[in-house]
């Protein structure tokens, strides 16, 4: 593992995405241990991602259209159902006076949901890990796993600090009825956007 594969990763995470944006809005909505489930959540949606690129299951995403386009599909619809869901005030910004075991499950659930329908991801990792590993390593698998796993952990880490600050001024937005709803209108702007986004994506 080098100095390089930490700051390119620690960049990567850092760049706010749809997990980022998810993981402030439950912050923001219901707090601290919602915005910890919703990390979890997005970081364990990366798995089936990682686990193609090191297996090179990735690689068939890569050359099948097909396979592509059915995946992004699924995720721009998904994005849209949650842009959708926030400005009806059952999203990801819905206020919840109790966090119920139930509720962090939830939460957790979409936050995989997300990452997994995001064909992006998998092409991502497929062209980033294996840039890291050394040419003469003796069990080259290995060696991603071991990287795979240090990302995963870096996201969880970053995603929990994120939502621990929009946790921390959760209690200055949801007392302000209007800032709740520009709130929303933002974050379920930026879903649709992101959807739109992912939509018009092409095929590497």
Known sequence: MSAEFLLTSLVVV???????????????????????????????????HLTASVLGLAAILHTSAVAFQVLKIAGVAYL????????RETGSLEVEKSVTARNLRGVAVRG????????????????FLPQFVSADATHPTLSMIGLAGIFMAMTLV?????????????????SKPSAMTWMRRIFAGTFAALGLKLAFAEQE
């Open 80 to 87: 849209l159902y949650m842009a959708w869901c926030t400005l």
């Open 158 to 174: 970053v995603f929990v600090g994120y939502g621990a600050f929009a946790a921390s001024v959760r209690k200055h937005i949801v």
């Open 112 to 127: 995989v949901l997300i990452n997994i329908l995001n064909p992006k991801l998998s092409i991502f990792f497929l062209a």
């Open 14 to 48: 850092l760049i706010p995405g749809t997990g980022v944006l998810y993981t402030l809005a439950c912050g923001l909505s219901r707090g601290m241990r919602s915005s910890i489930a919703a990390a979890f959540g997005c970081t364990i949606g990366i798995v089936p």
